[in-house]
């Protein structure tokens, strides 16, 4: 009988153990994971190296950010649209991205895109005002 008990405890410390190593493995992903994205939140690198690419995009008054980020992705300036929505919104424009029509260039940084796009309303319009 006691073999059996001490059979049964070492099953149970060889699971418990098991199971305690998964949970620092997934820990460790998951921190891992959230590390990088963060790093790409705060320090995306542009698509190009300078001079890079301009392309014009017009951002209506009824876009929604991820609207914007989707016609940046498909226009070849931002890598994931998500992460941009993301970094929009922590980027700390009250405003946000204005309506207007923007010459943006793929060596730009999501960061440096989002600045020019909330830009005060002359400097986005002023694209319209020529053309």
């Known amino acids: 009988m006691k073999k059996k008990e001490a059979a049964g405890v070492a099953v149970y410390s060889v699971v418990k153990i098991v199971v305690i190593i998964l949970v620092i493995m997934?820990?460790?992903?998951?921190?891992?994971?959230?590390?990088?994205?963060?790093?790409?939140?705060?320090?995306?690198?542009?698509?190009?190296?300078?001079?890079?690419?301009?392309?014009?995009?017009?951002?209506?008054?009824?876009?929604?950010?991820?609207?914007?980020?989707?016609?940046l992705k498909a226009a070849g300036l931002i890598r994931d649209a998500g992460l941009f929505v993301l970094q929009e919104r922590l980027a700390g424009y009250k405003?946000?991205?204005?309506?207007?029509?923007?010459?943006?260039?793929?060596?730009?940084t999501p960061e440096e895109l989002i600045q020019t796009m909330a830009a005060s309303s002359d400097e986005g319009d002023a694209d319209e005002d020529n053309g």
Do not use: C, H, Q, W
């Not at 921190?31 to 995009?57: K, L, N």
């Not at 405003?95 to 730009?108: D, R």
């Open 26 to 71: 997934v820990v460790y992903r998951l921190g891992s994971m959230a590390y990088s994205y963060g790093e790409r939140i705060f320090g995306e690198p542009p698509m190009e190296s300078a001079p890079g690419t301009d392309i014009v995009i017009t951002v209506g008054s009824e876009d929604s950010v991820r609207d914007i980020a989707d016609n």
């Open 95 to 108: 405003e946000g991205v204005k309506a207007g029509t923007y010459t943006l260039n793929t060596s730009m």
